[in-house]
């Protein structure tokens, strides 16, 4: 008989048993996976239920909401809440902190961009859902965003989900990254990639070009060096991509190695940048190091920095880890 793939569950099943303790991790990883296969299915009907196009509506940020942003935002809440382990929970969609009702004993903290890459929704293409689990501080209100702004070394899990070809589950609990894949038959997430590892080396870099005249020096520089080839101080040939979906980036970064970048730039400045720290570039940094990348700022770690907002937006620059450096290398000369 053929061999059957560990299903998600038991693999949650397997790590809760290594690692001792109680089962919540468990059961929160499996609300999250419930909240993903059901905006997966949302995603996969496209045009079909009229859920494409816009909302009508913007987010905090000031961004056009889509239908689907507003659709995935409500199924990440009302699935994540049901548990009562969260007090309280955050998203790119709404400006302040949710407080669940019913929650108050919970104790953990949740953070999500419910749609990412959402520009690709009308298009067809990938897009993603991203999230960050933390622990609730001793004392704290969770009401408040204080509780939340925690360094992102602080996270107890984080993943993505990515709505692409397949739609998968990618987790990591502190030990290794893990992949999982959608049976839309039997409706179960399968372990289809363990121990995802990044390449330290790379010959591949993403980042959105149209804004090369805003780039610092050192991204410049470093850009420079790639598109000159073989004959330049690289000594070899890069390749190039930009899907403008950061889930759908770093996924390809956790399969073949690569550099992603949406670096602070001359125009984003005032912001600080144009990803968001707390649900975005916090998860994503904590995956990409957990799979052996790095992930920084071009000045510092973004695991480091010292939260200020929800909705912060940060300089990303991650991936190879050796590209990493060259890239904070150049910010330090
Ligand atoms: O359109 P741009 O400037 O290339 O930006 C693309 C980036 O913006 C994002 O789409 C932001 O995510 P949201 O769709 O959640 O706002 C990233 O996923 C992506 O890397
Ligand atoms: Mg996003
Ligand atoms: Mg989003």
Not at 168 to 175: A, F, H, R
Not at 306 to 327: C, D, F, M, W, Y
Request: proline share 4%.
């Amino acid at each position: 008989m053929s061999q059957i793939p560990q299903t998600l569950t038991h693999w949650l099943i397997d790590a809760q048993r290594k690692a001792g303790g109680d089962s919540v991790m468990l059961q929160l990883l499996d609300d999250i996976a419930t909240a993903c296969k059901m905006i997966s299915h949302e995603i996969a009907q496209g045009a079909m239920l009229g859920n494409l196009g816009k909302a009508g509506s913007e987010n905090v940020q000031g961004e056009e909401q889509k239908q689907l942003d507003v659709i995935a935002n409500d199924i990440f809440l009302a699935v994540n809440a049901q548990a009562g382990h969260y007090p309280a929970m955050a998203s790119e969609e709404l400006e302040d902190v949710y407080v669940v009702d019913g929650a108050a004993e919970g104790k953990y903290l949740l953070l999500f961009d419910p749609l990412d890459g959402s520009s690709n929704i009308d298009v067809n293409v990938s897009v993603g859902s991203i999230f960050s689990i933390l622990r609730l501080p001793e004392g704290a209100d969770p009401s408040q965003a204080a509780a939340f702004l925690q360094t992102g070394v602080q996270q107890v899990a984080a993943g993505y989900a990515l709505y692409g070809p397949s739609t998968m589950l990618v987790i990591s609990v502190g030990q290794g990254v893990h992949g999982f894949t959608l049976d839309r038959n039997t409706g179960l997430f399968y372990l289809t990639h363990p121990d995802m590892s990044i390449p330290a080396d790379t010959k591949e870099f993403a980042i959105n070009a149209s804004r090369a005249r805003f780039w610092e020096a050192p991204v410049k520089r470093y850009v420079d060096e790639c598109l000159a080839g073989k004959t330049g101080p690289r000594g070899r040939d890069f390749n190039m991509r930009w899907i403008a979906s950061m889930v759908a980036e770093v996924h390809r970064i956790l399969t073949r190695g690569g550099l992603f970048m949406y670096p602070m730039d001359a125009e984003n400045q005032a912001k600080g940048g144009k990803l968001r720290l707390m649900y975005e570039a916090n998860p994503m940094s904590f995956l990409v190091e957990q799979a052996g990348g790095a992930a920084s700022t071009g000045r510092q770690r973004i695991m480091d920095v010292a939260p200020t907002g929800l909705h912060q937006r940060i300089s990303v620059i991650l991936g190879s880890k050796n590209e990493v450096e060259r890239v904070a290398s150049y910010h330090a000369e």
